[in-house]
């Protein structure tokens, strides 16, 4: 009992609540509890991302013994592994100024079934406080208030793309950062959030976790939570990983290169020396490269390999390392349906020599890539079959954000007409968006207008997917977009261009479209509150490499209106991606 009369329930009572509540709750039921306001095509796209993974309190047994016991009175495992914390150990330090020697807090996880028998955890973090304690304090202040009671989303995939969207979405709703950290006990990073208080699940804090040690995105939400920022030598620690950035893009794009992802395995170890082998390397530079690939989650090393490398290193002998995929490396693997590796190419050859020329762009805002090569992207890219190439295949390679597009109202709506129609792919590149919608809709046709090089790509592709049969081709530019279709999309176009530009290819549509047809736009989207974002990495990288810009959805609005467009409505998509809907204005 606290001093004013406060009965608070024994640690077991409260343990037993978070049981009960990991078994009865799901991601889909859960998020928005935790989020009002959170729903439809939004939370469709989040759900798939995450997986609710445990509910998590702190408790305060007075001796091991007690632990098992509470743990054996609510149905849990006794004899589950514990391991040290880091990022709970050190908020209480702070918290209550004490010193991190005096805070032995422990990690355990004993498993608990969800309400379709998924495999979920109760996280319990054990401060052990014996009778008469001077800790005795603490934990009835940490009782009362909850601190670190809190619900846990896991990525199903540990994709800093992704990690950062999650976060974006979750301040739209409301959540604030409320500190985290990385824990190298067990290689993974946390996220802790403040939910809204209108929130009607009982759990004001959330976290989220990710496999791997992602610093980037953990540095960005500690500079927005100010009580978590560590010691004062930390902006140095944080700008030496900020000007480090460049050597990760070529890594990246040299572990694709050398065909490293696709000489692994992503369920076995494979030793350096044997990849050394495969792939016509140095062991010893390989091993060098592996190393800090493993830092970015791409890689993992062999745990036990690593053990016994590092007794062979003790007795003076030379360890042998060993390496396997991960699910982050493998979408750099050529043969991967859903993989990255043209993009990583991309980014660490042209646009990355280009960004090297950003303060004269700048200077003068005239586009590095100009400056560079001596003429602009989309010139430089046809005169150079190879490249034009690379070049549509990165633009497939973030085709994922186009996963939920033929479910749109509008493609939904054609689809279900009496008679057929026909979506106009303006500028659709290899036609991996078209070719999406037609698979989903064998009833809709479709027609992709590109230059001559991209269109036979695409009829290539479409044929491949065997929705060639259903498809025209227009070879040439945005004066002859053709008329009479029913729905038009622009994916991902007018980001490259200026406003006069993008309102010259808007009026093009509009003079193509009949009345009653649509106009579907792919873009992102800048923040208008300024919080962190995709697209506004983006919109540095179209000024300095093709002299456009991304804009805010008014922005957009307002280019249409000068087209005799009128935007409807906008819907989100994967990767901070959105799709704006417009029609002609009345």
């Given at each position: 009992?606290?001093?004013?009369?406060?009965?608070?329930?024994d640690d077991t009572a409260r343990l037993r609540a978070?049981?009960?509540?990991?078994?009865?709750?799901?991601?889909?039921?859960?998020?928005?509890?935790?989020?009002?306001?959170?729903?439809?095509?939004?939370?469709?796209?989040?759900?798939?991302?995450?997986?609710?993974?445990?509910?998590?309190?702190?408790?305060?047994?007075?001796?091991?013994?007690?632990?098992?016991?509470?743990?054996?009175?609510?149905?849990?495992?006794?004899?589950?592994?514990?391991?040290?914390?880091?990022?709970?150990?050190?908020?209480?330090?702070?918290?209550?100024?004490?010193?991190?020697?005096?805070?032995?807090?422990?990690?355990?996880?004993?498993?608990?079934?969800?309400?379709?028998?998924?495999?979920?955890?109760?996280?319990?973090?054990?401060?052990?406080?014996?009778?008469?304690?001077?800790?005795?304090?603490?934990?009835?202040?940490?009782?009362?208030?909850?601190?670190?009671?809190?619900?846990?989303?896991?990525?199903?995939?540990?994709?800093?793309?992704?990690?950062?969207?999650?976060?974006?979405?979750?301040?739209?709703?409301?959540?604030?950062?409320?500190?985290?950290?990385?824990?190298?006990?067990?290689?993974?990073?946390?996220?802790?959030?403040?939910?809204?208080?209108?929130?009607?699940?009982?759990?004001?804090?959330?976290?989220?976790?990710?496999?791997?040690?992602?610093?980037?995105?953990?540095?960005?939400?500690?500079?927005?939570?100010?009580?978590?920022?560590?010691?004062?030598?930390?902006?140095?620690?944080?700008?030496?990983?900020?000007?480090?950035?460049?050597?990760?893009?070529?890594?990246?794009?040299?572990?694709?290169?050398?065909?490293?992802?696709?000489?692994?395995?992503?369920?076995?170890?494979?030793?350096?020396?044997?990849?050394?082998?495969?792939?016509?390397?140095?062991?010893?530079?390989?091993?060098?490269?592996?190393?800090?690939?493993?830092?970015?989650?791409?890689?993992?090393?062999?745990?036990?390999?690593?053990?016994?490398?590092?007794?062979?290193?003790?007795?003076?002998?030379?360890?042998?390392?060993?390496?396997?995929?991960?699910?982050?490396?493998?979408?750099?693997?050529?043969?991967?349906?859903?993989?990255?590796?043209?993009?990583?190419?991309?980014?660490?050859?042209?646009?990355?020599?280009?960004?090297?020329?950003?303060?004269?762009?700048?200077?003068?805002?005239?586009?590095?890539?100009?400056?560079?090569?001596?003429?602009?992207?989309?010139?430089?890219?046809?005169?150079?079959?190879?490249?034009?190439?690379?070049?549509?295949?990165?633009?497939?390679?973030?085709?994922?954000?186009?996963?939920?597009?033929?479910?749109?109202?509008?493609?939904?709506?054609?689809?279900?007409?009496?008679?057929?129609?026909?979506?106009?792919?303006?500028?659709?590149?290899?036609?991996?968006l078209l070719g999406r919608i037609l698979t989903a809709?064998?009833?809709?046709?479709?027609?992709?207008?590109?230059?001559?090089?991209?269109?036979?790509?695409?009829?290539?592709?479409?044929?491949?997917?065997?929705?060639?049969?259903?498809?025209?081709?227009?070879?040439?530019?945005?004066?002859?977009?053709?008329?009479?279709?029913?729905?038009?999309?622009?994916?991902?176009?007018?980001?490259?261009?200026?406003?006069?530009?993008?309102?010259?290819?808007?009026?093009?549509?509009?003079?193509?479209?009949?009345?009653?047809?649509?106009?579907?736009?792919?873009?992102?989207?800048?923040?208008?509150?300024?919080?962190?974002?995709?697209?506004?990495?983006?919109?540095?990288?179209?000024?300095?490499?093709?002299?456009?810009?991304?804009?805010?959805?008014?922005?957009?609005?307002?280019?249409?209106?000068?087209?005799?467009?009128?935007?409807?409505?906008?819907?989100?998509?994967?990767?901070?991606?959105?799709?704006?809907?417009?029609?002609?204005?009345?």
């Open positions: 009992m606290l001093p004013d009369g406060t009965t608070l329930p978070a049981v009960d509540f990991v078994r009865e709750h799901d991601t889909a039921t859960l998020l928005p509890l935790l989020l009002p306001g959170l729903r439809g095509p939004e939370l469709e796209s989040l759900a798939p991302h995450c997986r609710f993974a445990h509910a998590g309190l702190l408790l305060f047994p007075t001796d091991p013994q007690d632990l098992r016991r509470q743990l054996a009175d609510c149905g849990l495992a006794v004899d589950t592994p514990s391991q040290p914390s880091v990022v709970v150990r050190e908020r209480l330090a702070r918290r209550h100024r004490r010193d991190l020697a005096e805070l032995d807090v422990r990690i355990l996880r004993p498993r608990v079934q969800g309400p379709a028998g998924e495999r979920r955890a109760v996280e319990v973090f054990a401060l052990t406080v014996p009778p008469h304690s001077d800790l005795g304090a603490l934990a009835a202040h940490e009782r009362a208030r909850g601190h670190e009671a809190h619900l846990a989303l896991e990525l199903e995939h540990p994709d800093p793309l992704v990690l950062r969207g999650l976060c974006a979405v979750l301040a739209r709703h409301g959540a604030r950062p409320d500190g985290g950290g990385y824990n190298p006990h067990e290689d993974g990073t946390v996220l802790y959030f403040t939910t809204p208080a209108a929130g009607a699940c009982g759990y004001r804090r959330l976290e989220l976790y990710t496999p791997g040690d992602h610093r980037d995105a953990l540095d960005d939400h500690l500079r927005a939570a100010p009580q978590e920022r560590p010691d004062a030598a930390r902006p140095a620690e944080t700008l030496l990983r900020l000007l480090t950035g460049a050597w990760t893009t070529q890594a990246l794009a040299a572990f694709a290169r050398l065909g490293l992802p696709d000489a692994m395995d992503p369920h076995a170890a494979t030793s350096t020396r044997e990849l050394a082998r495969r792939t016509a390397t140095r062991p010893e530079n390989l091993g060098t490269l592996l190393r800090y690939l493993t830092m970015l989650d791409v890689v993992a090393e062999d745990a036990q390999d690593a053990q016994d490398a590092a007794g062979a290193a003790a007795a003076g002998a030379a360890g042998e390392e060993s390496f396997r995929l991960t699910g982050l490396g493998a979408l750099l693997r050529a043969d991967s349906p859903d993989t990255m590796r043209p993009l990583a190419l991309m980014y660490a050859g042209p646009f990355y020599r280009s960004f090297a020329a950003l303060d004269h762009t700048v200077r003068t805002g005239q586009p590095g890539f100009d400056h560079l090569f001596g003429e602009n992207h989309f010139d430089h890219f046809a005169r150079d079959p190879e490249l034009a190439d690379l070049f549509d295949r990165s633009m497939a390679a973030s085709s994922r954000m186009f996963e939920p597009l033929p479910a749109h109202p509008v493609i939904a709506a054609a689809a279900r007409a009496s008679t057929p129609r026909t979506v106009v792919d303006v500028a659709g590149g290899n036609g991996e809709h064998p009833g809709l046709r479709g027609t992709l207008l590109e230059r001559p090089h991209a269109v036979e790509a695409a009829r290539r592709a479409l044929d491949s997917a065997g929705c060639g049969a259903r498809c025209d081709y227009r070879s040439g530019d945005f004066a002859d977009v053709p008329h009479g279709g029913d729905v038009y999309v622009l994916s991902r176009i007018l980001h490259d261009w200026d406003d006069d530009r993008c309102r010259e290819i808007l009026r093009h549509c509009a003079r193509a479209m009949p009345a009653h047809a649509d106009l579907l736009i792919v873009e992102r989207l800048l923040p208008a509150d300024g919080s962190p974002s995709l697209a506004t990495a983006w919109d540095l990288h179209m000024m300095c490499n093709v002299g456009g810009r991304e804009r805010r959805a008014e922005h957009y609005a307002r280019l249409l209106a000068d087209a005799g467009l009128e935007l409807l409505d906008r819907t989100p998509l994967p990767l901070e991606a959105y799709v704006l809907h417009a029609r002609k204005a009345r």
